[in-house]
């Protein structure tokens, strides 16, 4: 369950204010509305790299209100798709885990899997910028 | 050596400086800007002249009394190329900085990334053509820097003479030859690092 409650924030000079969603387990939902009306402003509040000013955000049962952005659970895709073009494919996939200082055999076995599944083996050593956009 | 040590200090100073006004916005913000770039549009004379005027009053003598003493040494010239070449670093580096997508920070952060390890791990190298550039340029600019060094350190031979006091003192002992050859030292080594700027800032980080 993902909760948002009365949620105030500001960027600038837009004020977003008073937002309520409530998402269960599974859910998908599309935040829609015209340019200009709040919609990355919500994300990025939401995502903690804007502060709120007001509100509560809640995930799981936690209050993660006041959480740092790398403890939040939260994944974030933007629109330019957010690989790090300076980094390999394979450094891309074990980002998180380095960062979060898993041990390797925690999460080798699972990007084995990945690579496996999606048939990229070949890609790994590769760097983000030298690939096709498609 | 004195360039090298006065560009690696201003860089020390210039990076943090630079990533936090290209990504915080904060009170008194403009100022901090306008200070930080004063010593590029000032004269270097009047620069040097400014430190020379601190260091002849009560802070300024207690300093080199008891930390280091500046006023016609090695050091006076370090901390003059130092003070006319940190808003220029400063610039270059937020230029820098700007250049790298926030988003992509955000993503990291996402992914488990403390704010610390997202800086070198994406920022850093995401800005590191411009980084490089900058100490490219900065350097170049502190081993031709003259006013402000000649008012802080003086000319005194094979102590406090620099390239350009070089220049300057071989000129007024009508020493041509020796005024020629100089400057083609210095302009070449400032062509070389022009040269090396701009084909770094061309080239992309990403591969």
Same mark, same amino acid.
């Given at each position: 369950m993902f909760e948002v409650e009365a949620l105030n924030a500001r960027l600038g000079g837009f004020h977003l204010q008073d937002i309520h969603l409530l998402l269960g387990e599974g859910e998908c939902h599309a935040v829609l509305g015209p340019s200009g009306s709040g919609k990355s402003t919500l994300l990025n509040a939401i995502l903690g790299?804007?502060?709120? /000013? *007001?509100?509560?955000?809640?995930?799981?049962?936690?209050? $993660?209100? =006041?959480?740092?952005?790398? =403890?939040?659970? %939260?994944?974030?895709?933007?629109?330019?798709?957010?690989?790090?073009?300076?980094?390999?494919?394979?450094?891309? %996939?074990?980002?998180?885990? +380095?960062?979060?200082?898993?041990?390797? *055999? *925690?999460?080798?076995? %699972?990007?084995? +899997?990945?690579?496996?599944?999606?048939? $990229?083996?070949?890609?790994? *050593? =590769?760097?983000? @910028? !030298?690939?096709?956009?498609? | 050596m004195a360039a090298t040590a006065a560009t690696a200090l201003a860089l020390l100073l210039a990076i943090p400086a630079a990533y936090a006004l290209s990504r915080f916005t904060f009170i008194g913000k403009g100022a901090v800007e306008t200070v930080l770039e004063f010593p590029i549009i000032v004269s270097p004379a009047a620069l040097g002249a400014i430190i020379l005027i601190f260091f002849n009053n009560s802070l300024g003598e207690w300093l080199q009394t008891n930390a280091v003493y500046f006023v016609f040494t090695f050091a006076g010239i370090v901390l003059a190329q130092f003070v006319t070449i940190l808003g220029l670093a400063v610039r270059m580096l937020k230029t820098a900085f700007d250049e790298v997508p926030e988003e992509l920070e955000v993503v990291a952060r996402t992914l488990g990334g403390s704010p610390r390890h997202v800086f070198f791990t994406v920022t850093l190298p995401l800005a590191r053509n411009g980084l490089i550039?900058?100490?490219?340029? !900065?350097?170049?600019?502190?081993?031709?820097?003259?006013?402000? /060094?000649? #008012?802080? @350190?003086?000319? #005194? @031979? #094979? +102590? !406090?003479?620099t390239l350009p006091i070089a220049i300057f003192m071989r000129l007024s002992n009508a020493d041509i030859e020796g005024t020629v050859a100089l400057i083609f030292v210095l302009?070449? $080594?400032?062509? !070389?690092? %022009?040269?090396?700027? +701009?084909?770094?800032?061309? =080239?992309?980080?990403?591969?």
């Open positions: 790299s804007i502060p709120i /000013t *007001d509100g509560h955000i809640r995930l799981g049962g936690d209050e $993660i209100t =006041r959480w740092p952005m790398e =403890r939040r659970r %939260l994944g974030y895709v933007p629109q330019h798709l957010g690989l790090f073009p300076h980094l390999s494919v394979h450094e891309n %996939l074990s980002y998180s885990a +380095r960062a979060r200082k898993l041990a390797r *055999d *925690d999460f080798e076995p %699972l990007l084995d +899997r990945l690579v496996e599944i999606t048939a $990229i083996g070949n890609l790994l *050593d =590769r760097r983000i @910028a !030298t690939l096709s956009g498609g | 550039a900058s100490f490219i340029l !900065t350097w170049a600019k502190a081993l031709g820097e003259f006013g402000a /060094t000649l #008012m802080v @350190a003086g000319s #005194m @031979a #094979m +102590r !406090t003479e302009v070449g $080594i400032g062509l !070389t690092a %022009l040269y090396a700027a +701009r084909r770094l800032l061309k =080239r992309s980080v990403y591969v």
